[in-house]
């Protein structure tokens, strides 16, 4: 059974995603913690909710970003976790953290990486007039949004489409996408390899696509 850690800043709809698909069945394992950096953060209540532990670790207690993130490890470590799952965790990691987790440290991006990495993806795609657009999971490395790629799910830009639309119908995507990859990862299919992702047994090329939703 997977274990996972989850960290957060906010509401946690990629947490509660992944909460149901634990709760269905769909991912074989079961969040052992959800980590925040804020005491306000909702969706530590998410987990409460489901018996879930939680722990808060607030990052302006800490004079550097290294002693941060050894706490952060600290806690982490003590869950004894298989994959750590960003899900709209606030904070930029240390290369120390970052290669603590080596191939065990997973992020959701809102674009379809390369492109758009960093903030406002949503706006930039409108502003570049993509056709389509969409949201990846990678494994994460020290260079922000450039760890390799493990799957992707695209939605078409619509004509009628302004940055707050976009932005929610990827996030439905996301809602999908995230516990799709866990699952994989909890049944064996997902690997990570000398720094690739393998999946049932081959390197992956270019990332898997999630089908579009019914």
Same mark, same amino acid.
């Given at each position: 059974?997977?274990?996972?850690?989850?960290?957060?800043?906010?509401?946690?709809?990629?947490?509660?995603?992944?909460?149901?698909?634990?709760?269905?069945?769909?991912?074989?394992?079961?969040?052992?913690?959800?980590?925040?950096?804020?005491?306000?953060?909702?969706?530590?209540?998410?987990?409460?909710?489901?018996?879930?532990?939680?722990?808060?670790?607030?990052?302006?207690?800490?004079?550097?970003?290294?002693?941060?993130?050894?706490?952060?490890?600290?806690?982490?470590?003590?869950?004894?976790?298989?994959?750590? &799952? /960003?899900?709209?965790?606030?904070?930029?990691?240390? $290369? =120390?953290? @970052?290669?603590?987790? #080596?191939? +065990? %440290?997973?992020?959701?991006?809102?674009?379809?990486?390369?492109?758009?990495?960093?903030?406002?993806?949503?706006?930039?795609?409108?502003?570049?007039?993509?056709?389509?657009?969409?949201?990846?999971?990678?494994?994460?490395?020290?260079?922000?949004?450039?760890?390799?790629?493990?799957?992707?799910?695209?939605?078409? &830009? /619509?004509?009628?489409?302004?940055?707050?639309?976009? $932005? =929610?119908? @990827?996030?439905?995507? #996301?809602? +999908? %996408?995230?516990?799709?990859?866990?699952?994989?990862?909890?049944?064996?299919?997902?690997?990570?390899?000398?720094?690739?992702?393998?999946?049932?047994?081959?390197?992956?090329?270019?990332?898997?696509?999630?089908?579009?939703?019914?």
């Amino acid at each position: 059974m997977l274990k996972i850690a989850v960290l957060i800043s906010g509401a946690g709809s990629n947490l509660q995603a992944i909460m149901d698909a634990v709760a269905r069945g769909e991912i074989d394992g079961r969040i052992a913690g959800v980590l925040s950096n804020r005491a306000d953060a909702y969706g530590l209540e998410r987990a409460k909710a489901q018996g879930i532990a939680t722990a808060v670790i607030t990052h302006g207690d800490f004079a550097e970003r290294a002693a941060f993130d050894q706490a952060l490890i600290r806690q982490i470590d003590a869950w004894d976790v298989d994959v750590v &799952v /960003l899900a709209g965790f606030m904070r930029i990691l240390t $290369a =120390a953290f @970052v290669g603590h987790y #080596e191939g +065990r %440290l997973l992020n959701i991006h809102p674009s379809l990486l390369p492109r758009y990495k960093g903030l406002h993806t949503h706006r930039r795609a409108l502003e570049a007039g993509d056709l389509e657009h969409g949201c990846s999971v990678h494994y994460v490395t020290a260079e922000l949004d450039g760890g390799p790629v493990i799957a992707q799910a695209t939605i078409p &830009v /619509l004509p009628h489409d302004t940055e707050a639309s976009l $932005a =929610a119908r @990827v996030h439905e995507s #996301e809602h +999908r %996408l995230y516990p799709q990859v866990l699952a994989w990862l909890a049944d064996g299919s997902l690997q990570y390899d000398a720094g690739r992702p393998r999946f049932r047994g081959q390197p992956l090329a270019t990332p898997l696509q999630l089908p579009p939703s019914r």
